[in-house]
Nanobody, 128 residues
Framework: VQLQASGGGLVQAGGSLRLSCAAS????????MGWFRQAPGKEREFVAG????????YYAESVKGRFTISRDNARNTMYLQMNTLTPEDTAVYYC??????????????????????WGQGTQVTVSS
């Protein structure tokens, strides 16, 4: 599985961006997916995750109500709609796939160690 994240850029505070994560291979539709981010000098943190069925989502408290994760299994693509951005959202955003066997239809992990495949990251910069 190869993951390609895109959609990052420079935006003013209060603005919006939509990130995409395109996956190659046939395993996407059975993979739980997640978005993580890493700001300069900080550890990588979980942002949002979605079960392989799309039937369950989970968000970090810091983005709840502002970000929306979704997926289109027919297009092998995951999205992260980010609204009301603040400078604290500035980071490199990574998409990741959790393809461990036997995942339940509603399972989402917040732990980076559970994700098997990672994209290259896309920079999001929010100016004040």
């Amino acid at each position: 599985v190869q993951l390609q994240a895109s959609g990052g850029g420079l935006v003013q505070a209060g603005g919006s961006l939509r990130l995409s994560c395109a996956a190659s291979g046939s395993t996407f539709s059975r993979s739980a997916m997640g978005w993580f981010r890493q700001a300069p000098g900080k550890e990588r943190e979980f942002v949002a995750g979605i079960a392989w069925t799309g039937g369950n989502t989970y968000y970090a408290e810091s983005v709840k109500g502002r970000f929306t994760i979704s997926r289109d299994n027919a297009r092998n693509t995951m999205y992260l709609q980010m609204n009301t951005l603040t400078p604290e959202d500035t980071a490199v955003y990574y998409c990741a796939a959790d393809f461990r066997p036997g995942l339940s239809r509603m399972y989402v992990s917040v732990a980076g160690r559970d994700y098997d495949y990672w994209g290259q990251g896309t920079q999001v910069t929010v100016s004040s």
